[in-house]
């Protein structure tokens, strides 16, 4: 049987030619508010117990003032994104919760430590927050709280004499002069993604010092919890 050259050209370069691999990502829904999820992204180094799954809260250390915490999601933070449209797109808009009596914004920050040139502890204090602190965007396609890498330690808080709490750091990723890339992850604590996990935003109470005039649509998934991330990627 015999076959023109250009009929076996093509039979070759078919079979040498990768499938098309197309990206898939989580479904995601648009919501004003919205819980932080943990999402440990090394299970190697996670706490005992786990913190994955746990939910972002605020532990109070001072009038105005909250550490950034974790636990069950009865007492979670609900949050959202502040800004106009244009301060999103270039990474500028803040994530704030409101809280005290009359609600009042307190944003999400952070804070770089005393005894660290790459690790930040994260509050969430009365203003509007760190700006920048917010949800990624196109073309990443995962939906977390930037900038990467948030860490959940169990840190002991002198407000409460030394007892230990499950706390918020955020771990920068810095690259030496020899081009080597160092993670800065603090000893003994999980490297995690915050992922917004969609939620009502309740409208204020007459009187309150907080507005949501600039609350922006946030993207969110509906139940991190479902999600089984090893199905999904670029």
């Not at 005992?48 to 250390?61: D, E, M, R, T």
């Not at 965007?137 to 959940?152: A, K, N």
Request: some cysteine.
């Amino acid at each position: 049987m015999f076959f023109s050259a250009a009929i076996l050209g093509l039979a070759t370069a078919a079979v040498a030619a990768p499938a098309n691999v197309v990206p898939n990502y989580p479904a995601h829904q648009q919501s004003q508010g919205f819980r932080l999820v943990v999402n440990v992204t090394d299970k190697a180094l996670d706490l005992k117990p786990s913190v994955q799954g746990l939910y972002v809260n605020s532990i109070h250390v001072g009038a105005g003032l909250n550490v950034a915490g974790v636990g069950s999601k009865d007492v979670s933070n609900v949050f959202y994104q502040n800004g106009t449209a244009s301060e999103f797109r270039f990474s500028s808009a803040t994530t704030i919760t409101d809280e005290a009596t009359p609600l009042t914004p307190f944003g999400l920050s952070l804070s770089k430590n005393a005894d660290s040139d790459s690790v930040s502890s994260a509050y969430i204090n009365g203003g509007a927050g760190t700006p920048g602190v917010q949800i990624s965007q196109f073309p990443e396609g995962f939906l977390f709280l930037e900038p990467e890498t948030f860490v959940i330690c169990n840190n002991a808080l002198q407000y409460y004499q030394g007892q230990k709490f499950l706390v918020v750091e955020q771990a920068a990723t810095t690259v030496g002069s020899d081009g080597q890339v160092a993670k800065n992850l603090p000893e003994g604590c999980a490297p995690v993604r915050l992922v917004p996990e969609c939620a009502p935003l309740e409208a204020l109470p007459a009187g309150s010092y907080a507005s949501h005039e600039f609350a922006l649509q946030s993207e969110c998934y509906a139940d991190v919890a479902s999600i089984n991330w090893s199905q999904y990627g670029p």
